[in-house]
């Protein structure tokens, strides 16, 4: 089987991680796939090959996998799954091995690189320019709760990360302030005697609005959160910055909202209001993670897990 990322743009890199062995055919070495050898007079193909070099034994080749080669050079908001791709490939249930690219200054909101075999592998190269990034959390409204940040990437399939761009989960939303009322004495003039104006105090309250939180950073955009009245709502957060803190009146207790998080980072906090959303994940499944290559972990803003 010809190897689909045996080209100049995938680099022997890729090749060398991904164990393909390579022989000397008219002077020049090329990479193969199916590595066959002669039992009781038939050929048969090898699993793995093993060399013993310096005294050790090493792998250098495994074979019998499913082999793919996947650009992603388009921006999409929805979750990109390997799983639906290379099954839409002729994927037929066997173990994989290949190499995952994003390329041409793109954004994918999340990417899900799937659940398959022990010996499967993938190689993920992000290329300069290039982030896979969650939406954010929006903000809490008044006294509410901000959202939590969704995640970046998740795994459950060994990877060798060649991370040149962003991996980030989305920012949490800051959480919501709280409204209050405002007591204070006003003056009323009545009459009290003929010809003369007496005055007493009397008591009145007035509603004083809090803040709701901003939304936190991320891929598509985060709303803000609702105030106590229009006008007192949170900033959206945007592609790289959580939104601004909704204000409060400043009359009374109540509080502004918390400020959106930036990328991979909690929501601010609002005393008296509500709790801020947490950071999404950007990588659930950071254990699967078996090399680095090129730009290796590079740029990764937010919890790496599991």
Wanted: hydrophobic share 20%.
């Amino acid at each position: 089987m010809a190897i689909p990322y045996d080209t100049t743009n995938a680099g022997t890199s890729v090749r060398n991680a991904l164990r393909h062995s390579s022989i000397n055919v008219g002077g020049s070495y090329k990479h193969i796939e199916d590595i066959q050898v002669k039992h009781s007079g038939a050929w048969r193909d090898t699993k793995e090959v093993w060399v013993k070099s310096g005294g050790s034994w090493r792998l250098v080749h495994e074979g019998e996998h499913f082999l793919f080669n996947v650009t992603l050079n388009s921006s999409g908001q929805n979750d990109w799954s390997l799983s639906s791709y290379i099954s839409g490939q002729g994927y037929g249930g066997n173990k994989i091995k290949g190499l995952v690219t994003l390329s041409g200054g793109i954004t994918r909101r999340q990417m899900n690189l799937g659940n398959f075999s022990s010996d499967s592998i993938i190689y993920l190269r992000i290329e300069g320019g290039n982030r896979i990034q969650s939406r954010g959390g929006d903000g809490g409204n008044v006294g509410n709760n901000g959202n939590n940040g969704q995640r970046a990437l998740y795994t459950r399939t060994k990877f060798i990360l060649d991370n040149g761009g962003i991996i980030a989960g989305g920012g949490g939303g800051g959480s919501g302030g709280n409204n209050s009322n405002y007591t204070y004495n006003v003056q009323q003039a009545y009459g009290c005697q003929k010809g003369s104006t007496c005055y007493r105090e009397t008591p009145v309250t007035e509603f004083v609005p809090g803040g709701g939180g901003g939304g936190g950073a991320g891929y598509p955009n985060s709303n803000g959160g609702a105030g106590g009245e229009p006008g007192y709502q949170g900033g959206g957060g945007d592609f790289n910055s959580g939104g601004s803190a909704g204000p409060a009146a400043q009359n009374g207790t109540s509080n502004q909202g918390g400020v959106g998080g930036n990328l991979g980072q909690n929501g601010g906090d609002s005393p008296g209001g509500g709790t801020p959303g947490s950071s999404g994940t950007a990588i659930d499944g950071w254990s699967y993670r078996v090399g680095q290559s090129g730009n290796n972990d590079g740029d990764i803003r937010g919890p790496k897990n599991n």
